[in-house]
């Protein structure tokens, strides 16, 4: 079979509240997103594992909030007052920064800044706010203060949704067939529901052939990140 260079084509995830799937696992999350205003003492940390959906749902929030947004491991070179001064600020992977002092400095400020003006503060990270090292004991202190919210492994129902989320985010369009088909078989968890996308794409192009259940059993068996 002639095979062709699978370009690496950018994908343009949908991040409207519209295109976030409502189901159980992330039912409470959810609910507590739109209920942003009742946060206690105004701040949140979102939680839950690679591609559950925490960005997609920071942007859904910071739609509602006018909020804006920033990688944690970006504090450091931001203009704090100014992030500060719009009232509602989402800091992704701030568990990230644990050990890099200047980040969890700016992290600190920020907060302080936004508690000072009655401002809202959501944060997002893999694990609970106790567990990410912190070196700064007084952001530790306040960073688990804040409430916390969990994204759950996907049950069937969100993992199919998800599934026809990211083709479509490709751009293309599949089959129930295919979707039952690796519901019943891939690892059950949100990053592997990526990285199996992105190889049956890579493999469909490469192939020259439309994605179904015999292309998906051919990437499964080789694992999503192993050679076509």
Same mark, same amino acid.
């Given at each position: 079979?002639?095979?062709?260079?699978?370009?690496?084509?950018?994908?343009?995830?949908?991040?409207?509240?519209?295109?976030?799937?409502?189901?159980?696992?992330?039912?409470?999350?959810?609910?507590?997103?739109?209920?942003?205003?009742?946060?206690?003492?105004?701040?949140?940390?979102?939680? +839950?594992?690679?591609?559950?959906?925490?960005?997609?749902?920071?942007?859904?929030?910071?739609?509602?909030?006018?909020?804006?947004?920033?990688?944690?491991?970006?504090?450091?070179?931001?203009?704090?007052?100014?992030?500060?001064?719009? +009232?509602?600020?989402?800091?992704?992977?701030?568990?990230?920064?644990? +050990?890099?002092?200047?980040?969890?400095?700016?992290?600190?400020?920020?907060?302080?800044?936004?508690?000072?003006?009655?401002?809202?503060?959501?944060?997002?990270?893999?694990?609970?706010?106790?567990?990410?090292?912190?070196?700064?004991?007084?952001?530790?202190?306040?960073?688990?203060?804040?409430?916390?919210?969990?994204?759950?492994?996907?049950?069937?129902?969100?993992?199919?949704?998800?599934?026809?989320?990211?083709?479509?985010?490709?751009?293309?369009?599949?089959?129930?067939?295919?979707?039952?088909?690796?519901?019943?078989?891939?690892?059950?968890?949100?990053?592997?529901?990526?990285?199996?996308?992105?190889?049956?794409?890579?493999?469909?192009?490469?192939?020259?052939?439309?994605?179904?259940?015999?292309?998906?059993?051919?990437?499964?068996?080789?694992?999503?990140? +192993?050679?076509?």
């Amino acid at each position: 079979m002639v095979r062709q260079l699978a370009l690496e084509l950018p994908v343009r995830p949908a991040r409207g509240r519209a295109a976030f799937f409502v189901a159980p696992p992330n039912a409470l999350a959810v609910q507590q997103i739109d209920a942003w205003r009742d946060w206690p003492a105004r701040k949140l940390v979102l939680i +839950g594992p690679e591609a559950s959906g925490k960005t997609h749902l920071v942007h859904v929030w910071a739609d509602l909030a006018s909020a804006e947004v920033i990688h944690a491991r970006d504090l450091p070179q931001a203009e704090l007052p100014a992030l500060a001064a719009a +009232g509602a600020v989402a800091v992704e992977d701030a568990d990230r920064i644990a +050990g890099r002092r200047q980040a969890e400095d700016a992290l600190f400020h920020l907060h302080n800044l936004l508690a000072a003006e009655g401002g809202t503060l959501l944060m997002t990270a893999r694990r609970a706010p106790r567990d990410w090292g912190l070196c700064l004991p007084d952001l530790a202190s306040r960073v688990q203060a804040a409430a916390t919210a969990h994204l759950e492994p996907p049950d069937d129902t969100l993992l199919a949704a998800v599934l026809v989320k990211l083709f479509a985010d490709r751009q293309i369009a599949v089959s129930p067939d295919l979707i039952g088909y690796l519901v019943d078989r891939m690892e059950r968890s949100f990053a592997a529901a990526a990285e199996t996308v992105a190889a049956i794409d890579r493999e469909a192009l490469a192939s020259r052939r439309k994605p179904g259940p015999r292309l998906a059993r051919e990437v499964l068996d080789n694992g999503p990140g +192993g050679d076509d």
